[in-house]
C-alpha cells in the first residue's frame, strides 16, 4: 500500500469528512484482512483513548503516519546474539549445559536467512569480557570484598553454575561461570562458518568488568548502554528478529529489552539454542506474553517484507502509538 492511498482511503471510507470508529474498524479490516472484527474492534481501541472520537482527516494523518504507514513498511533489524566459538566449542559449550543443545545448529539456519530474507540492517553482538570479569568463577577471590550473598569470607563454598550476589547500585545476582569469550581470543570470535554480511554492524557487551551484560542493549543493572538501541532507533528500526545463543539467557535478556523499548519483536526459534529446557521454554512463554511473535525461520519473509501483517505486532504498534500520540490526536 502505497502512502498517497491515505486519502483514498480516508474518501472512501469518511461521512461527511469525518471518520467514524464504526467506518475506521472496517478500514482497518481492508488492511488486516486476517483479522477478525473484534479483533479489529481491539485494535481501533488501542489506537484511540476515547470511543466517541470520529477522526478528522489532520487527525487521521497522524494515524497513517505514526502507526499504519510503520505497520505496512516495516524497518527490520536482525539481531544475531552470540554466535562465538566458546559458546560452540569452548569453555561454555551449550553441548555441555543441561539442555544439552548444539549452538553449532543455528549457523546454517542464520546463514540461510542473512542470504534469502531482505533485512534493513543486520547486527552480530559479541560477549565480549576482559579477564577480571565479574561473572567468572576463577575471579571469585578478586572480586569477594563486593560480596553480599554469600557473606566475603564464605567466598570458597561458591561452585561453578552457583548464582551469588555482589553488591552494587542495583545489587547484581550472578551466576558463576567458567573463563569465557575474553576480549582477542579465539573464544570470542564469531563461528567460523557463520556468514558477516557487508554493512553488518557489531555490538559488543560486558566489557565492563564489574557488571555483567546478557542483554545486547543494557548491562544486568540497567546502568550502562551498549548503543544498540540508538542504532535501531537512528535507523527508525520497528522490527526486531532476534536469534542466536543462548535462547534462555542472552537472546531472552536482548529480545525482553527490545520489547520494553517498544519494537515489535520476532524471535526465530529454530536459528536459538539454549541453556536449560524448562527455562527455554519460560523464555518463549514470557516474550509472547509482552506481545513477541515466536516463530520459524521459514515463515518470516512475508514479515519482513511487510507483506503479512499480524495482528498481534499491530496492537504492539497501536500501544506505542497511543502512548506517544494520543494528547496530540485529541488536540488536532
Ligand atoms: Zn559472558
Redesign the pocket.
Known amino acids: 500500500m502505497l502512502a498517497e492511498d491515505m486519502n483514498e482511503l480516508f474518501g472512501i471510507y469518511s461521512t461527511d469528512k469525518k471518520l467514524p470508529r464504526k467506518n475506521l474498524i472496517s478500514l482497518l479490516q481492508s488492511i488486516f484482512d486476517s483479522a477478525s472484527e473484534i479483533e479489529c474492534e481491539s485494535l481501533c481501541d488501542s489506537l484511540l483513548n476515547r470511543k466517541d472520537v470520529d477522526l478528522s482527516m489532520p487527525q487521521f494523518k497522524i494515524i497513517w503516519d505514526n502507526f499504519l504507514e510503520p505497520v505496512l513498511k516495516p524497518v527490520s533489524a536482525f539481531v544475531i546474539v552470540d554466535v562465538q566459538n566458546d559458546f560452540i566449542s569452548g569453555s561454555?559449550a551449550l553441548t555441555n549445559c543441561p539442555a544439552q543443545e548444539d549452538g553449532a545448529e543455528v549457523v546454517p539456519v542464520i546463514n540461510r536467512l542473512l542470504t534469502s530474507t531482505p533485512f534493513s540492517h543486520v547486527f552480530y553482538t559479541y560477549?565480549w569480557?576482559p579477564r577480571n570479569?565479574i561473572?567468572f568463577h576463577s575471579n571469585l577471590k578478586l572480586h569477594k570484598s563486593r560480596l553480599l550473598s554469600p557473606q566475603p569470607d564464605n567466598w570458597e563454598s561458591v561452585s561453578m553454575f552457583d548464582r551469588v550476589q555482589f553488591d552494587g547500585k542495583p545489587p547484581l545476582e550472578q551466576t558463576m561461570?567458567p573463563d569465557?569469550?575474553i576480549q582477542g581470543t579465539d573464544g570470542a570470535k564469531l563461528h567460523k562458518e557463520l556468514k558477516f554480511i557487508e554493512g553488518g554492524l557489531e555490538i559488543y557487551k560486558?566489557f565492563n568488568h564489574s557488571v555483567?551484560?546478557?542483554s545486547a542493549f543494557w548491562d544486568n543493572g540497567e546502568v550502562s548502554a551498549t548503543g544498540l538501541l540508538n542504532e535501531l532507533n537512528s535507523r527508525n528500526v520497528t522490527d526486531v528478529y532476534v536469534c542466536g545463543l543462548a535462547t534462555d539467557i542472552?537472546v531472552n535478556f536482548t529480545a525482553t529489552h527490545a520489547c520494553k523499548h517498544n519494537f515489535r519483536v520476532i524471535l526465530v526459534e529454530d536459528a536459538c539454542r539454549g541453556v536449560d529446557t524448562a527455562a527455554i521454554a519460560q523464555t518463549k512463554e514470557k516474550l509472547s506474553d509482552l506481545g513477541a511473535l515466536i516463530r520459524t525461520s521459514d515463515t518470516i519473509l512475508p514479515l519482513v517484507k511487510g507483506e503479512e501483517i499480524p495482528i498481534k505486532l499491530a496492537m504492539v504498534a497501536a500501544d506505542n502509538f497511543r502512548r506517544k500520540f494520543a494528547a496530540t490526536l485529541l488536540s488536532t
Open positions: 561454555l560477549d569480557h570479569h561473572s561461570w569465557h569469550c560486558g555483567d551484560s546478557y542472552c
